[in-house]
């Protein structure tokens, strides 16, 4: 395939593909090179290098999946929640966290429902934070609410704490602290 040809559909103004093969995300560039030349078309491109596993932490990898091909990423978040994954119920289309003190509403990005979620003790061990978008930074002893209208706790949580959200997913990931 001619990499000068390669225009994404979904793209608007710059050219994502272009951008990645410019070295502009931390990709294996031979990888990128090889799945290139070996396609005949875009969706080509797309399917070979998505199956390439070694990948799957890199931001080029989620930017692509999470613009060409959505409908993986439900269980590519769904895999790497894993058994870090607990339900709470909704009829805000929020998962509440809070304390005594306060409380707050994080939109799911689903709506009612079930709200997946997953609690995540380093920031080494999430890698959807390229498909996931960040919401939020939650600092201090809070917990998780079961039902995002009612007070029955489902988990506790301590300390330093990124939100990211995305389509029924809500994942909570620990910051190290500053020294």
């Not at 070979?48 to 999946?65: A, D, I, P």
């Not at 060409?68 to 009829?91: N, Q, V």
């Not at 707050?104 to 934070?129: H, M, W, Y």
Request: net charge negative; aromatic share 14%; hydrophobic share 35%.
């Amino acid at each position: 395939m001619n990499r000068d040809s390669i225009v994404f559909p979904h793209e608007t103004g710059d050219n994502f593909l272009r951008r990645c093969m410019n070295n502009e995300f931390s990709t294996d560039q031979a990888i990128v090179d090889a799945c290139a030349e070996a396609s005949r078309s875009v969706e080509e491109f797309v399917d070979l290098y998505l199956s390439h596993q070694e990948e799957r932490s890199k931001q080029f990898y989620q930017e692509l999946m999470r613009r060409e091909r959505p409908a993986l990423c439900w269980k590519f978040i769904r895999e790497e929640f894993g058994e870090r994954c607990f339900k709470t119920e909704s009829d805000a289309g929020s998962v509440k966290v809070g304390n005594k003190q306060f409380s707050v509403l994080i939109p799911n990005g689903e709506g009612d429902g079930v709200t997946r979620v997953a609690v995540f003790a380093k920031e080494s061990d999430f890698i959807c934070n390229s498909i996931m978008d960040f919401f939020t930074i939650i600092d201090g002893e809070f917990n998780i609410f079961a039902y995002d209208c009612g007070n029955a706790v489902s988990r506790t949580l301590q300390g330093r704490y990124s939100v990211y959200v995305w389509q029924g997913f809500v994942a909570f990931v620990a910051l190290r602290e500053n020294d």
